[in-house]
């Protein structure tokens, strides 16, 4: 064999290579799976208020930001937990409207997740705490015959930055995330 053909190949497999592989995801991007839940739009919460059935319902988190409450207006909710949130709402009906509110705040239903690329049926599908990317992936209808099925992409937005990581499918999801299954070389 020549040595520019043996060139070629050598060039061409390490081509090769450098696309198969991608660098780890950063610290923070798994970080964020040990960190108390924070809210953003799209997600509903169950608002109670006891003994007050008039402020006690379901409201949702709108795409500023906001939950939109009787008496008190617009809340803050994006990036707060929902502890935080109850205390902001129990502040705001202290302000003129009850003297001692008590108010809970649970999530009852997640933000969406998406899943595109090679996949049987791409889209929005509804979060579920405990999912893996497995789990996401037969939700989506399963992989396509050309999908890489060992790792996948997941892009999650962690501290205000949008993060993207290849993971194995046994990873954890989050509500939001964007899982992009690629398409195999071979």
């Given at each position: 064999?020549?040595?520019?053909?043996?060139?070629?190949?050598?060039?061409a497999?390490?081509?090769l290579a450098?696309?198969?592989s991608?660098?780890?995801?950063?610290?923070?991007?798994?970080?964020?799976?040990?960190?108390?839940?924070?809210?953003?739009?799209g997600?509903?919460?169950?608002?109670?208020?006891?003994?007050?059935?008039?402020?006690?319902?379901?409201?949702?988190?709108?795409?500023?930001?906001?939950?939109?409450l009787p008496?008190?207006g617009?809340?803050?909710?994006r990036?707060?937990?929902?502890?935080?949130v109850?205390?902001?709402i129990?502040a705001a009906?202290?302000?003129?409207?009850?003297?001692?509110?008590?108010?809970?705040?649970?999530v009852?239903?997640?933000?969406?997740?998406?899943?595109?690329?090679?996949?049987?049926t791409g889209?929005?599908?509804?979060?579920?705490p405990?999912m893996?990317?497995?789990?996401?992936?037969?939700?989506a209808?399963?992989?396509?015959?050309?999908?890489?099925?060992?790792t996948?992409?997941?892009?999650?937005?962690?501290?205000?930055?949008?993060?993207?990581?290849?993971?194995?499918?046994?990873?954890p999801v989050?509500?939001?995330?964007?899982?992009?299954?690629?398409?195999?070389?071979?």
């Open positions: 064999m020549s040595t520019a053909r043996a060139f070629i190949i050598a060039l497999g390490s081509m450098g696309c198969v991608a660098p780890p995801p950063p610290p923070a991007f798994h970080a964020a799976l040990n960190t108390e839940y924070r809210l953003d739009a997600d509903r919460l169950r608002v109670t208020v006891f003994e007050q059935d008039s402020l006690s319902n379901t409201y949702t988190v709108d795409k500023a930001g906001y939950l939109s008496l008190v617009a809340v803050p909710a990036g707060k937990t929902p502890d935080e109850r205390a902001e129990g009906l202290r302000g003129g409207y009850l003297r001692d509110p008590d108010v809970s705040v649970q009852e239903q997640y933000r969406a997740f998406f899943v595109m690329g090679e996949v049987t889209g929005q599908y509804s979060y579920v405990g893996t990317v497995q789990n996401a992936v037969a939700i209808g399963g992989f396509t015959s050309r999908a890489e099925k060992r996948v992409d997941v892009t999650r937005q962690v501290n205000g930055q949008v993060m993207t990581g290849r993971v194995v499918l046994s990873d989050l509500p939001g995330d964007t899982i992009s299954v690629r398409e195999r070389l071979f």
